[in-house]
C-alpha cells in the first residue's frame, strides 16, 4: 500500500512537472507571437498608413468585414491583425487578438471573465503578462494577455476622433487594449500524462 501511495505521488509530481514546463513554454512561445505583432503593426500603422495620410494619399481605412470591397480601403491596424490572425488560424495553431476596453467595435471586448480580468491588469501594468490555462485534454489551450500600447500617431488620432470611441483622450505610450495570444497545450499535457507514466 505504501509503494503504491509513493508511486502515485511520484506520477502526480512527473506529470505537474512535466505540465508545468509545457506551460512555460507556451507562455515564451506567446509572448514571442505578441511582440512579432506588435512590431507589424507599429510598421504597419506608422510606416504604411502614417506615410500615405502625409503624402496625401487618397486611403479609406475601413475594418476588417468591409475593406476589400471599399475602392482605395484599406485595413485599420487593428483589422490589419485581424486578417493576419484568420490566415494563421487556419493552420490550426495559434490565434491572435486585439481587444480593448474601450472598444471601438463591439465583437472587440472581453469575452470572458478572464480577458476581462486581464485587460484591466495589464492596461495597470503594461510591462507584464497575464496567461491562462483554459480547456481539458485536448481541447487545452493556454491564453495570454500582452499590453498594446499606442505607437503610431495614427492610431492616437483614429481613436481619439472615431464618434463610437468611448475614449478620446489617448496619447502616444498609452495602453488601449490587449494582444490576445492563444495556443493550443492539450497535446503537451497529453504527452505529459504518458512520460509520468513511462517513469513510474
Given at each position: 500500500?505504501?509503494?503504491?501511495?509513493?508511486?502515485?505521488?511520484?506520477?502526480?509530481?512527473?506529470?505537474?512537472?512535466?505540465?508545468?514546463?509545457?506551460?512555460?513554454?507556451?507562455?515564451?512561445?506567446?509572448?514571442?507571437?505578441?511582440k512579432?505583432?506588435q512590431?507589424?503593426?507599429?510598421?504597419?500603422?506608422?510606416?504604411?498608413?502614417?506615410?500615405?495620410?502625409?503624402?496625401?494619399?487618397?486611403?479609406?481605412?475601413q475594418?476588417?468585414?468591409?475593406?476589400?470591397?471599399?475602392?482605395?480601403?484599406?485595413?485599420?491596424?487593428a483589422?490589419?491583425?485581424?486578417?493576419?490572425?484568420?490566415?494563421?488560424?487556419?493552420?490550426?495553431?495559434?490565434?491572435?487578438?486585439?481587444?480593448?476596453?474601450?472598444n471601438?467595435?463591439?465583437?472587440?471586448?472581453?469575452?470572458?471573465?478572464f480577458?476581462?480580468?486581464?485587460l484591466?491588469?495589464?492596461?495597470?501594468?503594461?510591462?507584464?503578462?497575464?496567461?491562462?490555462?483554459?480547456?481539458?485534454?485536448?481541447?487545452?489551450?493556454?491564453?495570454?494577455?500582452?499590453?498594446?500600447?499606442?505607437?503610431?500617431?495614427?492610431?492616437?488620432?483614429?481613436?481619439?476622433?472615431?464618434?463610437?470611441s468611448?475614449?478620446?483622450?489617448?496619447?502616444?505610450?498609452?495602453?488601449?487594449?490587449?494582444?490576445?495570444?492563444?495556443?493550443?497545450?492539450?497535446?503537451?499535457f497529453?504527452t505529459?500524462?504518458?512520460?509520468?507514466?513511462?517513469?513510474t
Amino acid at each position: 500500500a505504501v509503494a503504491g501511495v509513493i508511486t502515485g505521488l511520484f506520477y502526480m509530481m512527473i506529470e505537474r512537472q512535466q505540465r508545468d514546463i509545457a506551460v512555460n513554454q507556451a507562455e515564451t512561445t506567446a509572448k514571442a507571437i505578441a511582440k512579432q505583432v506588435q512590431a507589424e503593426r507599429s510598421v504597419y500603422a506608422g510606416d504604411v498608413i502614417g506615410k500615405l495620410k502625409k503624402e496625401g494619399i487618397p486611403i479609406v481605412p475601413q475594418p476588417l468585414s468591409t475593406f476589400r470591397s471599399v475602392e482605395g480601403g484599406v485595413p485599420l491596424p487593428a483589422s490589419f491583425v485581424f486578417a493576419t490572425s484568420e490566415k494563421v488560424s487556419k493552420g490550426g495553431t495559434h490565434t491572435m487578438d486585439l481587444l480593448s476596453l474601450w472598444n471601438i467595435n463591439p465583437e472587440q471586448g472581453a469575452r470572458t471573465a478572464f480577458e476581462t480580468e486581464a485587460l484591466k491588469f495589464v492596461a495597470a501594468n503594461p510591462d507584464k503578462v497575464m496567461g491562462q490555462v483554459a480547456g481539458e485534454g485536448h481541447e487545452a489551450r493556454y491564453y495570454q494577455v500582452t499590453a498594446d500600447v499606442a505607437s503610431a500617431e495614427s492610431c492616437v488620432e483614429c481613436h481619439n476622433n472615431h464618434p463610437k470611441s468611448p475614449k478620446h483622450d489617448f496619447v502616444l505610450g498609452d495602453v488601449m487594449g490587449g494582444i490576445v495570444v492563444s495556443l493550443p497545450i492539450g497535446q503537451a499535457f497529453t504527452t505529459a500524462k504518458l512520460n509520468a507514466i513511462t517513469s513510474t
